[in-house]
């Protein structure tokens, strides 16, 4: 997913630039990222996303773990993943080879990322060491809706910035349920070739096999009041 996943325009320290778009000349693999908000620059088009792992026709999936960068930390451990991963059906883990908890580089302050699908592997990315995240661009009212679903709170004590407040179970709850799913639903995605088409069904995929079979609404505010409205006969 390139754009609709909206890159995050993540923290105090930086602003939103031109996202680049991807992919390697000479691979046919499309990267597919998840949530940005700022447009693609074609200029930057072969430009390679991330660390590209080659296929071993492996029957299991590995995790990398690379530093998560000064300022940021990883909010899931490999052991949260497997776990989380494994209760789903096997055969949806067929052509996943590997999971890489990623750096945020300098390179990558540009136009950070949640995660990235990109051949057989998803990169998971760090968050902010604060878990405070600020927007200095509108943030789409679906990525809004999205993160509030999973615990996020949203602010906006200035002008023309947006903040995003996380507590870590929340952060570590949006990443395994919703950023990990939507990508594994993009590499187990082999009948849609638009990409309006391929980013409605990681968005399905995500809600079906991250948010509600881990609960959905219910597990996430269970002390809500719904208001029920009674027809008078």
């Given at each position: 997913?390139?754009?609709?996943?909206?890159?995050?325009?993540?923290?105090?320290?930086?602003?939103?630039?031109?996202?680049?778009?991807?992919?390697?000349?000479?691979?046919?693999?499309?990267?597919?990222?998840?949530?940005?908000?700022?447009?693609?620059?074609?200029?930057?088009?072969?430009?390679?996303?991330?660390?590209?792992?080659?296929?071993?026709?492996?029957?299991?999936?590995?995790?990398?773990?690379?530093?998560?960068?000064?300022?940021?930390?990883?909010?899931?451990?490999?052991?949260?993943?497997?776990?989380?991963?494994?209760?789903?059906?096997?055969?949806?883990?067929?052509?996943?080879?590997?999971?890489?908890?990623?750096?945020?580089?300098?390179?990558?302050?540009?136009?950070?990322?949640?995660?990235l699908q990109w051949g057989?592997?998803?990169?998971?990315?760090?968050?902010?060491?604060?878990?405070?995240?600020?927007?200095?661009?509108?943030?789409?009212?679906?990525?809004?809706?999205?993160?509030?679903?999973?615990?996020?709170?949203?602010?906006?004590?200035?002008?023309?910035?947006?903040?995003?407040?996380?507590?870590?179970?929340?952060?570590?709850?949006?990443v395994l349920n919703n950023?990990?799913?939507?990508?594994?639903?993009?590499?187990?995605?082999?009948?849609?070739?638009?990409?309006?088409?391929?980013?409605?069904?990681?968005?399905?995929?995500?809600?079906?096999?991250?948010?509600?079979?881990?609960?959905?609404?219910?597990?996430?505010?269970?002390?809500?009041?719904?208001?029920?409205?009674?027809?008078?006969?």
């Open positions: 997913m390139f754009m609709s996943r909206r890159y995050r325009a993540s923290s105090h320290r930086r602003k939103v630039k031109d996202q680049p778009s991807v992919g390697r000349s000479h691979f046919r693999e499309r990267a597919k990222t998840r949530r940005a908000i700022a447009p693609r620059n074609p200029d930057r088009s072969f430009e390679p996303p991330e660390d590209w792992h080659e296929s071993t026709d492996s029957s299991e999936y590995r995790i990398v773990v690379r530093k998560p960068g000064r300022y940021y930390h990883h909010v899931v451990t490999p052991d949260q993943i497997s776990t989380h991963l494994s209760k789903l059906p096997q055969n949806f883990l067929r052509n996943l080879e590997v999971v890489q908890l990623s750096a945020m580089t300098r390179k990558k302050h540009i136009s950070p990322c949640y995660g057989r592997a998803i990169y998971l990315y760090p968050f902010d060491e604060n878990l405070d995240e600020h927007f200095h661009s509108p943030p789409p009212r679906s990525l809004v809706i999205e993160t509030k679903m999973y615990g996020g709170r949203w602010e906006q004590n200035e002008p023309g910035v947006w903040r995003l407040v996380w507590t870590e179970s929340a952060a570590r709850d949006f950023v990990l799913i939507h990508e594994l639903g993009h590499l187990i995605d082999n009948r849609n070739s638009s990409y309006q088409d391929q980013e409605r069904y990681a968005e399905w995929f995500a809600i079906k096999y991250g948010y509600l079979r881990s609960g959905g609404r219910k597990r996430r505010q269970p002390n809500r009041n719904i208001r029920r409205r009674h027809h008078r006969k």
